[in-house]
């Protein structure tokens, strides 16, 4: 790794200033700071409190977050200099002004997680697979998760929902969340630059919601440069077809097979009675296969 990656590299923001950059993706606004609790809770406030300042695609981007917080408000802290933290607001409008139904909101986080995909494979050179309903996995582990949030509606106008997305980039082993979590730095990635993979990120991520909101949020549309939202995501859902248990609000629980999304990108799990549930919210543990007692133990969770 060359010193210009090494860990602890601030972000360049010249590089991120560039005009070039941002007309090229459409982006109207992009701020970084150095330290904050949280982007999406500053996003969130500045979309509210300040709707006019914080159009569709603006950015904001920290060098340290204290207090990020993921699905079900857990809560981590990694190293300063050591993550892309980033977040996005949305007002998703079609090519005529005319705002996507609501309905189509859930498709976005794993629009983020699919541009994420894309820029891992491209940027990184480092294979990656999405995870229902959020998460972006290397060889199994979790680089990278995915959180929106919707906003409150003001003056009438459609609510902004607002993306964030947190990647471990250079945290050794010591320094992560949980021990299924890897880091670009830990896959051997052929590139470790934060501002790198930031504007590969929100460029895949631009072109990908452009076209989304073109094709009025239909998942089943085809998109520039081939098949459908709905299709990409399912062909690199590692979820699919696996046995898994979801954990759903309220202290439910079903196991059963995953065996596709529908078109609001919940997961339909079947159950051992060939029942089909639609997940939209939960956590999801993918299960290994089970074995018979007389075959060696390959029990556990996956």
């Not at 060359?2 to 010249?14: E, I, M």
């Not at 159009?55 to 060098?63: I, K, N």
């Not at 759903?248 to 079903?254: S, V």
Request: glycine share 8%; aromatic share 4%.
């Amino acid at each position: 790794m060359d010193d210009a990656h090494a860990p602890g590299t601030p972000l360049n923001r010249g590089d991120l200033a560039d005009q070039r950059f941002l007309s090229a993706t459409g982006i109207p606004r992009l701020d970084v700071v150095d330290s904050t609790g949280s982007t999406n809770a500053d996003l969130l406030r500045g979309a509210t409190v300040d709707p006019a300042a914080w159009p569709d695609l603006s950015v904001l981007t920290a060098e340290y977050q204290t207090a990020a917080r993921g699905r079900l408000d857990r809560h981590w802290e990694a190293p300063p200099l050591s993550s892309v933290s980033v977040s996005v607001v949305l007002r998703p409008v079609n090519a005529e002004g005319r705002p996507l139904p609501t309905q189509s909101y859930s498709w976005l986080s794993l629009i983020a997680a699919l541009a994420l995909r894309e820029t891992l494979l491209e940027t990184a050179g480092i294979p990656a697979e999405l995870k229902w309903p959020n998460d972006v996995l290397v060889r199994g582990r979790k680089i990278a998760g995915i959180l929106a949030q919707l906003g409150p509606m003001t003056d009438g106008r459609v609510p902004p929902v607002i993306l964030g997305t947190g990647l471990n980039v250079t945290l050794r082993e010591n320094e992560l969340p949980v021990p299924t979590a890897t880091s670009v730095a830990l896959e051997g990635a052929r590139t470790t630059d934060r501002t790198a993979l930031l504007k590969s990120y929100l460029s895949h991520f631009a072109a990908l919601y452009r076209s989304f909101c073109n094709a009025d949020g239909d998942p089943a549309a085809g998109m520039a440069g081939g098949p459908s939202l709905h299709k990409r995501v399912e062909a690199v859902m590692v979820t699919l077809g696996k046995q898994v248990r979801a954990q759903l609000p309220g202290d439910h629980e079903i196991i059963g097979h995953a065996s596709r999304l529908d078109e609001y990108g919940s997961l339909l799990v079947v159950d051992s009675n060939s029942r089909e549930h639609v997940v939209t919210a939960g956590d999801v543990v993918h299960l290994r296969p089970w074995t018979s007692p007389d075959e060696p133990d390959q029990g556990g969770y996956a």
